[in-house]
Every structure is written in structure tokens, then in C-alpha cells.
């Protein structure tokens, strides 16, 4: 199975801040990555696919890049709605497997 | 509106069973994917499971085979997760899911399955 590791866990940042996920995959997923935003009690959002994608409706500030094993979320300028906690995902085979996920919180 | 709505979780025995069920509406289930995704209190998230659009090909996490069963009734719109000798750690809550473009582009709010020992 794919391991996936997300880092770091948590993050402190303020609104306005650069900020950047990154997820490893243990062996190769090409391009078959995907990243969702998760607030407390509410389900999943997905915000991009293939690496890359933006998602309908998700703002430019998010953003995608990587290939491989080594994968990057990176939101340009954060918004008050930002803070939340972001999960990988790897499509390149089963199981679909998750990263542990990471805490965006306010500094 | 594209919906996707769980029902079925509750409390439960170790050992016991329960059905899950995922009502969608809003789009052309019988054209997608679907799966379960699972999330223990305070955890992240599990894939759990999914099944291809006619049934035919069906893919489950190590942790679950041989205990659930997904399957879904395209007449129904409806998919579903059998969940038999449960235990603890599968106390969790469970969000079904649309795939679309290799990634999970809709959920529904979750149903949480409590199994007490």
C-alpha cells in the first residue's frame, strides 16, 4: 500500500501569509493526487485534483504543484476561511490512501 | 443541487452489523464511481471502499475485507455499506462520495457508526 506523509502537521500562520503543504507519497503516483479542506463537523471540500486542478468554485489563491512523490499545496495569501485542516490524497492505486493531515491554524 | 445524503449509523455492540445507505440526487448516479470514507473521533481520514458504476469491480482497505461489503442500486440511486463483526475501531463517522476526475469531488454529511464494547 501507499503511504502518504503530510508536513508538518500543524501550521501557525496569519491572514495574508504564504503558506505551503507538502505530501510524500512512499513510492511513485505520478500525477493522481488530490487535495480537500476540512473544517470542524463538516465534510471534506475538494479543492484540487490531478496534481494541479482547480476545483470549480475554489479560489486562485489555491494552488497545486509536484509530480511523483513529492507534492505541494500552497495558498498565496490567506483568508480568514482558510484555517482549517488539509488532507492529500493519492489516486494512483488502491487503497486510495490519505495523508495524516494538516492543521492550519491562526497565529 | 447535486446531494449526496447518509443514513444508517447509530449504536452498536462489538460483533454486531449495520447497513449504511447513501441517497444521491442531483446528478447521474448510475454514471460514477462511489465510495466510503471513514474518519474516527478527532482522527483524519480512511478510504474505505468503492464500487464502479454497473458493480462490477468493487475495492476495499485491508482493514475492512472480509467484514463490509459495499454494493448499490442504480434504480435506487442509492449505495450502501454493509458493516458486519464491527469493532471498535470502526467507530467513526462515514461520508459516502462521488468520484469524478481521479479525486472525490462530492460528499455527503456522514452518518457516525458507534461501536460500543
Known amino acids: 500500500d501507499i503511504q502518504m506523509t503530510q508536513s508538518p502537521s500543524t501550521l501557525s500562520a496569519s491572514v495574508g501569509d504564504r503558506v505551503t503543504i507538502t505530501c510524500r507519497a512512499s513510492q511513485s503516483i505520478g500525477s493522481w493526487l488530490a487535495w480537500y479542506q476540512q473544517k470542524p463537523g463538516k465534510a471534506p471540500k475538494l479543492l484540487i485534483y490531478k496534481t494541479s486542478s482547480l476545483q470549480s468554485g475554489v479560489p486562485s489563491t489555491f494552488s497545486g504543484s509536484g509530480s511523483g512523490t513529492e507534492f505541494t499545496l500552497t495558498i498565496s495569501s490567506l483568508q480568514p476561511d482558510d484555517f482549517a485542516t488539509y488532507y492529500c490524497q493519492q489516486y494512483n492505486s488502491y487503497p486510495c490512501s490519505f495523508g495524516q493531515g494538516t492543521k492550519l491554524e491562526i497565529k | 443541487e447535486v446531494q449526496l445524503v447518509e443514513s444508517g449509523g447509530g449504536l452498536v455492540q462489538s460483533g454486531g452489523s449495520l447497513r449504511l445507505s447513501c441517497a444521491a440526487s442531483g446528478f447521474p448516479f448510475s454514471s460514477y464511481w462511489m465510495t466510503w470514507v471513514r474518519q474516527a473521533p478527532g482522527k483524519g481520514l480512511e478510504w474505505v471502499a468503492n464500487i464502479k458504476q454497473d458493480g462490477s469491480e468493487k475495492y476495499y482497505v485491508d482493514s475492512v475485507k472480509g467484514r463490509f461489503t459495499i454494493s448499490r442500486d442504480n434504480a435506487k440511486n442509492s449505495l450502501y455499506l454493509q458493516v458486519n463483526s464491527l469493532r471498535a475501531e470502526d467507530t467513526a463517522v462515514y461520508y459516502c462520495?462521488?468520484?469524478?476526475?481521479?479525486?472525490?469531488?462530492?460528499w455527503g454529511q456522514g452518518t457516525l457508526v458507534t461501536v460500543s464494547s
Open positions: 462520495a462521488r468520484e469524478g476526475g481521479y479525486s472525490l469531488d462530492t
